[in-house]
C-alpha cells in the first residue's frame, strides 16, 4: 500500500495575492488538482492525504480522485507539521510500514515515469527515497551586500525536489524528533538524515518546478498545457 501526504496548507507570501498559490488555475484547474490527479493517476498509489489551511474556504472538497480516497486534516504553523498532520490521518488500514510519498501541492507537474522510478527506488532499501535533480549552474556564496564571496564546487549538489518516499514507521520517528528537537525541517529528508541515515537522490525531471513567485506560474502554465 502507497499512500501520498499532501501539505497544502501554506499562505504563499512569497507568491502575494489572496488566494493561496495552491490553488491558483493553469491549464483549466488548480494547482493541487494537478499535483493530486497527477500522483492518484498512478496505478501504484492508493490515496491521499492533504494537511490543508483551518477553515480553508479554497477546496473544492473532493473526497475521491481516480477512485482513490483523498482525506484531508489540518495543518500545522510550518510545512513539517502539516506533513506530520497529514501521517497523523492515515485511515486505519494503512499499515505502519506503508510506503508513503510526500509532495508540495505547489509541484503540479509531477510525473508518472518519475513517480515509477522514486517507488522504485525507496522499495530497494529502507532509509527513503527522494526526487532530485544535480545543479546545472555555478553557485556563488555572498556576503550580507550581495557581494561574492566564493564560488561553491556543484560536484555532488543537487536541488531536493518532491515527492519524497519513506516507510511510514521512519518518517512518523524522524518528524517526531525533529519536532521536538526544535529543528524546523524544510524537508522530509533532512529529518531522516538527523537519524543517521542516507535516502538515496533519484534524478527527476528538471520541469517538476514549485510554484513560488508569480514568475513560476507563467512557466507551470506552459509546461502543463503542452502535457495536457
Ligand atoms: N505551514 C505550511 C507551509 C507550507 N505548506 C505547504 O508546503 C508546500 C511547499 O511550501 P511553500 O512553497 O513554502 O508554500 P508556502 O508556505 O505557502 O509559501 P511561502 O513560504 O511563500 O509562504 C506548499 O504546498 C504549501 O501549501 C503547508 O502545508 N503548511
Ligand atoms: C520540500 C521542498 O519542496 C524540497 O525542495 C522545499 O524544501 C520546500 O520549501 P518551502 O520553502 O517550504 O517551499
Given at each position: 500500500m502507497i499512500w501520498a501526504l499532501v501539505p497544502a496548507a501554506g499562505s504563499g507570501r512569497r507568491f502575494g495575492?489572496?488566494?493561496?498559490?495552491?490553488?491558483l488555475h493553469a491549464a483549466g484547474k488548480p494547482l493541487i488538482g494537478h499535483a493530486l490527479e497527477a500522483l492518484l493517476a498512478h496505478p501504484q498509489m492508493d490515496g491521499a492525504v492533504v494537511a490543508l489551511a483551518?477553515?480553508?474556504?479554497?477546496?473544492?472538497?473532493?473526497?475521491?480522485l481516480h477512485g482513490k480516497p483523498v482525506v484531508t486534516c489540518v495543518g500545522g504553523l510550518e510545512r513539517a507539521d502539516s506533513v506530520l498532520a497529514a501521517l497523523y490521518a492515515l485511515?486505519?488500514?494503512?499499515?505502519?510500514d506503508a510506503l508513503l510519498l510526500v509532495h508540495d501541492a505547489?509541484?503540479?507537474?509531477?510525473?508518472g515515469c518519475d513517480l515509477s522510478t522514486l517507488i522504485a527506488a525507496a522499495n530497494a532499501q529502507r532509509d527513503g527515497a527522494i526526487l532530485a535533480a544535480p545543479v546545472r549552474d555555478t553557485l556563488k556564496a555572498s556576503d550580507a551586500d550581495h557581494r561574492i564571496e566564493a564560488t561553491v564546487p556543484r560536484a555532488g549538489l543537487w536541488r531536493a525536489l518532491t515527492p519524497q518516499a519513506f516507510r511510514r514507521d521512519l518518517l512518523q520517528r524522524a518528524l517526531q524528533a525533529a519536532q521536538a528537537a526544535g529543528v524546523t525541517v524544510t524537508d522530509e529528508a533532512m529529518a531522516v538524515e538527523r537519524l543517521g541515515l542516507h535516502p538515496v537522490l533519484v534524478e527527476g525531471r528538471e520541469?517538476?518546478?514549485?510554484?513560488?513567485?508569480?514568475a513560476d506560474l507563467a512557466l507551470v502554465e506552459f509546461l502543463l498545457a503542452r502535457a495536457a
Amino acid at each position: 500500500m502507497i499512500w501520498a501526504l499532501v501539505p497544502a496548507a501554506g499562505s504563499g507570501r512569497r507568491f502575494g495575492g489572496d488566494v493561496p498559490k495552491q490553488y491558483l488555475h493553469a491549464a483549466g484547474k488548480p494547482l493541487i488538482g494537478h499535483a493530486l490527479e497527477a500522483l492518484l493517476a498512478h496505478p501504484q498509489m492508493d490515496g491521499a492525504v492533504v494537511a490543508l489551511a483551518a477553515d480553508d474556504p479554497h477546496w473544492p472538497g473532493w473526497t475521491t480522485l481516480h477512485g482513490k480516497p483523498v482525506v484531508t486534516c489540518v495543518g500545522g504553523l510550518e510545512r513539517a507539521d502539516s506533513v506530520l498532520a497529514a501521517l497523523y490521518a492515515l485511515p486505519e488500514n494503512v499499515a505502519h510500514d506503508a510506503l508513503l510519498l510526500v509532495h508540495d501541492a505547489a509541484r503540479p507537474n509531477v510525473r508518472g515515469c518519475d513517480l515509477s522510478t522514486l517507488i522504485a527506488a525507496a522499495n530497494a532499501q529502507r532509509d527513503g527515497a527522494i526526487l532530485a535533480a544535480p545543479v546545472r549552474d555555478t553557485l556563488k556564496a555572498s556576503d550580507a551586500d550581495h557581494r561574492i564571496e566564493a564560488t561553491v564546487p556543484r560536484a555532488g549538489l543537487w536541488r531536493a525536489l518532491t515527492p519524497q518516499a519513506f516507510r511510514r514507521d521512519l518518517l512518523q520517528r524522524a518528524l517526531q524528533a525533529a519536532q521536538a528537537a526544535g529543528v524546523t525541517v524544510t524537508d522530509e529528508a533532512m529529518a531522516v538524515e538527523r537519524l543517521g541515515l542516507h535516502p538515496v537522490l533519484v534524478e527527476g525531471r528538471e520541469d517538476n518546478l514549485k510554484v513560488t513567485t508569480p514568475a513560476d506560474l507563467a512557466l507551470v502554465e506552459f509546461l502543463l498545457a503542452r502535457a495536457a
